[in-house]
């Protein structure tokens, strides 16, 4: 019996966070891997991360390199390789820089682990997700992106702040792209099964969900840096689903193929997540409202889409 192997490429804050959670669940042996002008830093990381694992109580092994070949056989892989975007950098700039990056690691996936797991994360991810893909040649269950559990994740814990109960009780999703057009369906958003909507005055809700959008911005101003940890665990809940094969429901960027309307285009909808990967896309009820700001929201998705197709897939 082997354990699971999982590589994470880009081993700076969220590939290292995702690392701490993965191994303090022990979840599986952890390859981290970054460019070689960062190999000794993976290797750091690596090494104080395996240093924990007697206090953790587990037995995983965590390898830091700059070399694909240490990925080998892995069952899962995460890429949060590329760039934050710098001042001055443009849109398009970015976009064409992190989807150069997640092409060239996503070819050198295929090559070492071609019956892998792909879970994107390096943003605009929506369509860094779509690169994968296309590169991979990869099946659509096996290449996926991770938004939605970070993004319910800040409004679970913003709605428990709030009503002063546990974050364990409040469950909820996301729909769309990741970003400021994400659409939080407080119609779908529970605690202990009772609508929030029953709990909370429209304000506070329509306050807390504002904050939900913007929740990714309000960290960079107050770091100077983009989140780190909560990704890093949104990336593992998503990963232990495949790898204990749990059939969670969760908010994944899944290709969509007719699914809300919408074809050719990678998005953040609510699926089942289990052994097989991202296994099925659940489609529920929208109001015209919803239907709306759904729409908006892909607009801005396929717009980046098609530059990526245009610029990079070409
Ligand atoms: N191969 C492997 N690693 C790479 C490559 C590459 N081709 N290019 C860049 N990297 C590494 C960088 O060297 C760095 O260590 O990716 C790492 C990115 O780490 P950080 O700069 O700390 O960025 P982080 O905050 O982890 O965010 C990573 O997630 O949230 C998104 O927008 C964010 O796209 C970004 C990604």
Not at 170 to 188: C, E, K, N, Q, S
Not at 211 to 236: C, F, Q, W
Request: proline share 5%; charged share 20%.
């Amino acid at each position: 019996v082997r354990r699971p192997k999982i590589s994470v490429i880009g081993a700076g804050f969220t590939g290292a966070s995702t690392a701490v959670f993965a191994a303090a669940k022990g979840l599986g042996d952890i390859v981290l891997l970054d460019i070689p002008q960062r190999e000794n830093y993976a290797k750091g990381v690596a090494l104080d991360l395996v240093e924990s694992t007697p206090i953790l109580n587990t037995d995983v092994t965590i390898t830091g390199t700059a070399d694909y070949a240490d990925t080998a056989g892995s069952d899962l892989v995460i890429i949060t390789a590329g760039v934050p975007r710098k001042p001055g950098m443009s849109r398009e700039d970015l976009i064409s820089t992190n989807a150069g990056i997640v092409k060239s690691v996503t070819e050198q996936v295929v090559k070492y682990s071609p019956n892998a797991f792909i879970i994107v994360l390096t943003n605009p991810v929506d369509s860094m997700t779509y690169v994968a893909y296309r590169v991979s040649g990869f099946p659509k269950n096996r290449v996926f992106g991770q938004s939605g559990v970070l993004d319910t994740a800040r409004y679970r814990t913003f709605l428990a702040h709030e009503l002063r109960v546990s974050v364990s009780d409040i469950t909820a999703f996301v729909l769309g792209g990741h970003g400021d057009d994400m659409v939080p369906l407080v119609r779908y958003t529970y605690a202990g099964g009772i609508p929030v909507a029953k709990l909370l005055p429209k304000e506070t809700i329509d306050r807390i969900v504002e904050r939900t959008r913007k929740g990714g911005g309000e960290i960079v101003n107050l770091m100077g840096t983009s989140a780190g940890y909560a990704p890093g665990a949104s990336l593992v809940e998503m990963a232990e689903a495949v790898l204990k094969n749990r059939r969670r429901i969760l908010p994944a960027i899944a290709y969509l193929d007719g699914e809300y309307g919408y074809r050719d285009i990678y998005m953040g909808v609510p699926t089942i997540i289990g052994g097989d990967g991202l296994e099925s896309v659940i489609e529920v009820d929208l109001t015209p409202e919803e239907k709306a700001a759904l729409d908006k929201s892909a607009e801005g998705v396929a717009r980046t889409i098609a530059f990526v197709k245009e610029n990079v897939l070409k």
